[in-house]
């Protein structure tokens, strides 16, 4: 079976974790010291500070900027529950508007008739490593005074005209076990704004600002010094992950002829976390699937359910109607493009989806 997603863990990686143990410093240590300054050179921000997982990542950064009860904040309803569950973690209104169909990314040209009194900032979502139109957002929100954070969970590396993802604002990056750089679990907060990350800092230990005196009520965020370890080594890594993924992906869209294939666009650069196809509308989205698993090819739903129609954010966000993200979680289909892919297996991806 060919796996949709395969973590590249080799010697470097076994190494680096026996290090941390035998040092005995184990927690937010050194390597984590040395992961936030990769990601800090990577985003060319000022400060990158490391949580114990995206979720947190997004979660601190919101609080961080002050976002609370009677704030709304605008995201996309085509995305991972955690960019909607953070918002809700905080107390804040999530406020929902369509995605475009080419991108799945939020529709800018939406966003400014969501904004109200309320609204407090905007977080966007670089889906699947496809960046989102950052400077048509950022017109809007330096017209309304509001803020950006950047949900960019799934584009470690990617650029938008020229720009790192995460260097304009304050960005959420996840290192979970499946991402483009992963160390098993784990969040880095890119920013450049020195109160912020003084903030975020003490947020991820308990409000902590010195040793065991607390400003405020923080959480228990801290990454440890085994999973940064990790991070370290994949992060060396990065350029060779993110070209193996772009070449998969150019194959793939050279060559698949039965589905309707992703698009990104000439002003930025696309990281392919994930390679999403959407069918036709019409057909039969089960029997694709289940014909592609016998031929040996694990793929899977990114996203089956808009955040809307979850139980828990319906409640909050009541009934909406946003046609595009709907019909995309109809017919969207991801495959492999992971860098571990051989040739033969992107010829075999090729050939077996042209059966559909």
Request: glycine share 6%; hydrophobic share 40%; proline share 4%.
């Amino acid at each position: 079976m060919i796996p949709i997603a395969k973590p590249l863990i080799g010697s470097a990686e076994k190494r680096a974790v026996l290090e941390v143990l035998e040092s005995g410093h184990l927690v937010q240590g050194s390597r984590v010291a040395q992961l936030e300054e990769m990601f800090a050179q990577l985003c060319n921000t000022g400060h990158a500070v490391a949580t114990s997982s995206g979720t947190n990542a997004l979660h601190i950064a919101l609080l961080a900027h002050g976002v609370g009860p009677g704030d709304e904040v605008i995201t996309t309803p085509f995305t991972f529950i955690a960019s909607v569950n953070s918002i809700i973690y905080t107390g804040a209104q999530p406020v929902l508007v369509d995605v475009e169909a080419e991108t799945f990314n939020i529709d800018s040209t939406l966003v400014q008739q969501a904004i109200t009194p309320r609204t407090k900032a905007i977080l966007p979502v670089h889906l699947f490593g496809c960046p989102c139109d950052l400077d048509e957002l950022m017109n809007i929100v330096e017209s309304k005074k509001l803020l950006v954070i950047e949900d960019c969970a799934q584009a470690i590396g990617a650029t938008y005209r020229g720009r790192p993802i995460g260097s304009s604002n304050t960005g959420c990056f996840s290192l979970y076990a499946t991402k483009n750089v992963m160390s098993v679990e784990g969040g880095i907060i890119t920013t450049n704004d020195d109160a912020i990350a003084e903030r975020a800092r003490m947020l991820r230990n308990h409000g902590m600002k010195h040793r065991y005196h607390h400003e405020f009520l923080g959480f228990n965020a801290r990454m440890s010094d085994i999973h940064a370890a990790i991070g370290v080594v994949q992060m060396r890594r990065l350029d060779e992950f993110t070209a193996k993924r772009r070449a998969n992906a150019a194959f793939l869209s050279a060559n698949l002829k039965t589905v309707i294939i992703p698009r990104g666009k000439n002003d930025r650069c696309h990281v392919w976390h994930q390679y999403t196809v959407r069918l036709d509308h019409g057909r039969d989205r089960d029997a694709a699937v289940q014909q592609l698993k016998e031929a040996g090819i694990e793929v899977d739903i990114f996203y089956s359910t808009p955040v809307h129609k979850e139980r828990h954010i319906h409640k909050i966000v009541g009934d909406l109607s946003l046609p595009v993200a709907e019909r995309l979680a109809r017919e969207v289909i991801s495959l492999p493009v992971h860098p571990a892919l051989s040739q033969e297996d992107l010829e075999l991806i090729v050939a077996e989806v042209n059966k559909l």
